[in-house]
């Protein structure tokens, strides 16, 4: 949940932050449904941006933000390196397109509404991505009306990859733990309140579900949901096979090959920003490297991996995810400031450090500048080393005594001359 009122996951940095309690040495068994289910919601989202096309786009256009930063701070000549960085045009021309198909990403699509219905839809072009020469720059735009504490309001949501991203997770929560809310939220109720204006055909949940992530294969999911919609409305008979069909053959044929071919830019853009050579990012990268590379393979083998999980058993999905956490987990953190890492991150050598850096690195490239570090807010976690710990092991600014912040300690890990920055 981007508000962050019960978790947040930070997409393209593998980290979860929770703002519940966890008991780690119980997940897949216990049924703490507020805790748990929160926690399998935000660790869902990690799932969909490792090993999902447009998840593995969002990854491309971070690595290579960042690499663009870091280059420019190793290189520079100038006495005095501004804190805002100024983007390659080409970088800058993929991130454009990518926060646009992600659709709106605005708080009020996280507050609980009492009442909620769609009064109209429909696709629009996208002049700043027209300009791009992206060629179909078409992107769904939904008119609703909302209740809240007895105000009317009408809203136009821009319907993008979040909100099919969140009401996959809410989905599998309530699959999970059975979870209803009296009130309505935009982003987890869309694609279902969508489907029901659009097609105006009720289906089982799952039906839902297979169209979404077969969505999220795509590098717009927004635009190819609401295409596929208006097709399944004219359609008198839906079934499996038919959006099967559908989704491989009339509306992207090649998509498992646009997914290898994404997956394998999103790794070679992570291989030159974290070398395995490196001595300072070696466990990272080989971790990520290898758990990114099973999932892929796991879904060439079954490309629609989630609807079959969430077509499992409840007990039996809550068993594979935590299985999942075996094969690749983010650095999590509790309301306690606890952190969980699984033993295959320990035993590679990988330690908070390394994830640590990466949220320092999302507030580089989100344009906060290298001033501001929000982990300083937990940098007295409970774990065999602390932030404040790592931040003091090897002060750059010598000089000055001063304690660094996450960002400080990636740049000694990149080995950037760091000493240059204002």
């Not at 300009?131 to 609703?144: A, K, N, R, W």
């Not at 795509?218 to 499996?240: C, H, M, Q, S």
């Not at 300083?376 to 710990?389: L, P, T």
């Amino acid at each position: 949940m981007r508000s962050g009122i019960c978790g947040e996951y930070y997409r393209d940095c593998f980290i979860i932050k929770l703002n519940v309690p966890i008991d780690f040495s119980n997940v897949g068994k216990s049924d703490d449904a507020e805790h748990l289910g929160t926690f399998f919601h935000e660790y869902f989202h990690f799932l969909q941006n490792m090993c999902t096309t447009f998840g593995n786009l969002s990854m491309t256009v971070f690595y290579a933000k960042v690499r663009n930063i870091l280059y420019k701070l190793a290189n520079s000549t100038e006495i005095e390196i501004s804190r805002n960085i100024e983007p390659n045009p080409e970088i800058d021309d993929w991130a454009i397109r990518q926060e646009i198909v992600v659709g709106d990403m605005d708080s009020w699509t996280y507050e609980p509404y009492d009442f909620m219905s769609i009064t109209g839809a429909r696709l629009v072009k996208d002049e700043i991505w027209e300009e791009l020469g992206y060629g179909d720059c078409s992107l769904p735009q939904i008119d609703l009306f909302l209740t809240q504490n007895r105000k009317k309001f009408q809203k136009t949501l821009n319907f993008g990859a979040m909100s099919i991203m969140e009401s996959m997770a809410d989905m599998l929560d309530r699959k999970l733990y059975g979870r209803s809310r009296a009130e309505e939220y935009v982003q987890y109720h869309i694609c279902k309140r969508l489907w029901d204006y659009v097609v105006k055909k009720a289906v089982p949940s799952d039906i839902i579900f297979r169209c979404c992530e077969y969505a999220l294969m795509d590098y717009n999911p927004g635009r190819l949901y609401f295409n596929a919609l208006r097709i399944f409305a004219k359609w008198d008979v839906i079934t499996e096979d038919k959006i099967d069909d559908f989704f491989t053959n009339c509306i992207q044929p090649s998509y498992k090959k646009i997914y290898s071919d994404m997956f394998s830019e999103m790794m070679n853009q992570f291989r030159e920003l974290v070398p395995i050579k490196n001595v300072y990012t070696e466990g990272l990268a080989r971790y990520v490297s290898e758990f990114c590379s099973q999932f892929h393979e796991l879904r060439e083998c079954d490309p629609l991996l989630f609807t079959q999980l969430y077509r499992s058993e409840s007990d039996a999905v809550k068993i594979i995810l935590a299985q999942f956490m075996h094969i690749a987990a983010p650095l999590i953190i509790d309301c306690k400031n606890e952190t969980y890492m699984p033993d295959a991150l320990q035993s590679d050598g990988v330690g908070m450090e390394e994830y640590a850096s990466f949220y320092a690195l999302y507030k580089m490239a989100s344009g906060l500048g290298t001033n501001k570090c929000e982990l300083f807010d937990i940098c007295k976690v409970n774990a065999h080393e602390s932030i404040s710990d790592i931040c003091l092991k090897e002060p750059l600014l010598s000089r000055k005594q001063e304690r660094l912040c996450a960002l400080g300690q990636f740049l000694y890990m990149w080995q950037v001359k760091v000493e240059r920055l204002t």
